[in-house]
């Protein structure tokens, strides 16, 4: 059973460009949480989905940024118009119910450097 | 409203020691959930320990213990006869059991580096 994959592993962009990241979540989960880690700074929530479904955006940078778990396929975190503030390690989780307070298990991350 | 502080930024020491990294927390529920993950080198987020706001029994894992302290609000984490492989930011985080609140809450983190 393999874990909640995240591609790419690191990500570079030049300013004014598109990052698109996506995030596979375990076997059998529906939910998913992305988060962002800037750098020397723990995680900070932005967004939970479950398919088809945005649930919570309310720690998303309301411009630029967007998300969507669809029906079928991985979540994308769409992160539009590169800034270098943008550069940081996403990281998506996911869980088999509402609560997040199972294990909540993580990807290994997408490392996104605006150069 | 909730929080988890780590007040210690980094921690050095010299393999062999002991070494314990502080948590504290701010929450209104009765019942929550707490955590502690390590982020080694590499990047990714390795999973340690849960525990809930009703279980305040400590617990060991190998050279790894926490102790969870409810009068003071605190869930440190403690490791015996430290090793290079050790090193990494360890995160403490808090999740609140309702079901609006399935964020979880990280602490900034504690840079741990063992030397040789």
């Known amino acids: 059973n393999a874990g909640v994959m995240q591609n790419p592993r690191h990500l570079v962009r030049r300013r004014g460009q598109e990052a698109r990241l996506r995030c596979s979540p375990m076997?059998?989960?529906?939910?998913v949480y992305w988060y962002r880690q800037l750098p020397e700074e723990g995680l900070k929530f932005m967004v939970y989905?479950?398919?088809?479904?945005?649930?919570?955006e309310s720690g998303m940078p309301k411009e630029r940024f967007s998300a969507e778990f669809p029906k079928e396929g991985p979540s994308i975190l769409r992160i539009q118009q590169v800034v270098r503030g943008d550069s940081a390690a996403y990281f998506c989780?996911?869980?088999?119910?509402?609560?997040?307070?199972?294990?909540?298990?993580f990807g290994q991350g997408t490392r996104l450097t605006v150069v | 409203a909730q929080k988890v502080t780590q007040a210690q930024t980094e921690i050095s020491v010299v393999e062999k020691e002991d070494v314990t990294l502080d948590c504290v927390y701010e929450?209104?529920?009765?019942?929550?959930?707490l955590f502690w993950y390590k982020q080694p080198p590499s990047g990714e987020l390795v999973f340690l320990i849960r525990r809930n706001s009703f279980d305040e029994q400590n617990e060991i894992s190998g050279r790894y213990s926490w102790n969870f302290q409810k009068s003071t609000s605190s869930f440190n984490f403690t490791i015996t006869a430290s090793q290079v492989v050790d090193s990494a930011v360890y995160f403490c985080a808090l999740s609140e059991a309702e079901d609006s609140n399935y964020q979880l809450i990280w602490g900034a983190g504690t840079k741990l580096i063992i030397k040789p």
């Open positions: 989780a996911s869980s088999p119910s509402l609560r997040v307070n199972t294990e909540a298990f």
């Open positions: 929450t209104r529920d009765t019942t929550y959930y």
């Open positions: 076997k059998g989960h529906s939910h």
């Open positions: 989905l479950q398919k088809e479904n945005i649930i919570d």
